[in-house]
């Protein structure tokens, strides 16, 4: 993770993903990172979305994973479950979150200029697809955004800062709270780190 931070090349440049044997890997590893797989994108939504259901759980927060909704989209087509359903969330609605990781190098990131920017797109596009949807079914909808640099998005922060409010006010320790921000974001690089090493050359080390 410190050479992916650092921009400390990894990989030789052309050679095949040892994953998907078809694209070639750039030298960073953003490739590695971008890519679904075995060990991909959705190993990591996955971590980041059981951590949260765990520190949920531990600091009263009843919760639910993977909650299907029955919600239709505009065109009639169901939605996929809720990544955590949120009971009593906020001024007594439930609240569904959708966790979702963005790379700056990939997609709306690529082009954008403006830090922070791709954050900003791409929840932005999660509201426009979920938000009304929630809204009409008189549930709150959260998009948890983060970037590959541990980046998080307003929503996100303003999430784990009511979970920690929440904690503190069981435990009386406000000191305590803070390790919530850092499982989160250990959990982030950990999803990172083994999407790097699952394609790193043997002889790397």
């Known amino acids: 993770m410190l050479c992916y931070r650092l921009a400390v090349p990894m990989f030789s440049e052309g050679s095949l993903c040892p994953s998907c044997n078809t694209h070639q890997m750039d030298q960073w590893g953003d490739h590695a990172v971008h890519y679904s797989s075995e060990v991909g994108v959705k190993f990591r939504h996955n971590l980041v979305r059981d951590i949260l259901v765990d520190i949920c759980s531990k600091v009263g927060i009843m919760v639910r994973k993977e909650a299907p909704m029955g919600f239709l989209s505009e065109d009639g087509k169901d939605l996929r479950p809720a990544d955590l359903l949120l009971f009593n969330w906020l001024q007594g609605k439930d609240a569904c979150l959708d966790v979702t990781c963005i790379s700056p190098f990939a997609g709306m990131g690529a082009t954008a200029c403006a830090p922070e920017a791709a954050l900003h797109n791409a929840v932005e596009k999660k509201k426009k697809k979920y938000g009304s949807v929630c809204e009409k079914n008189r549930y709150k909808f959260i998009p948890f955004a983060f970037s590959t640099f541990r ?11 009511r979970i920690k409010s929440i904690f503190i006010s069981h435990s009386n320790n406000v000191k305590s709270g803070v390790f919530i921000f850092h499982r989160v974001s250990f959990f982030i690089q950990k999803g990172l780190g083994a999407q790097l090493v699952s394609r790193l050359p043997s002889n790397f080390m």
Do not use: Q
């Open 151 to 161: 980046e998080f998005d307003t929503d996100a922060l303003d999430t784990l800062s």
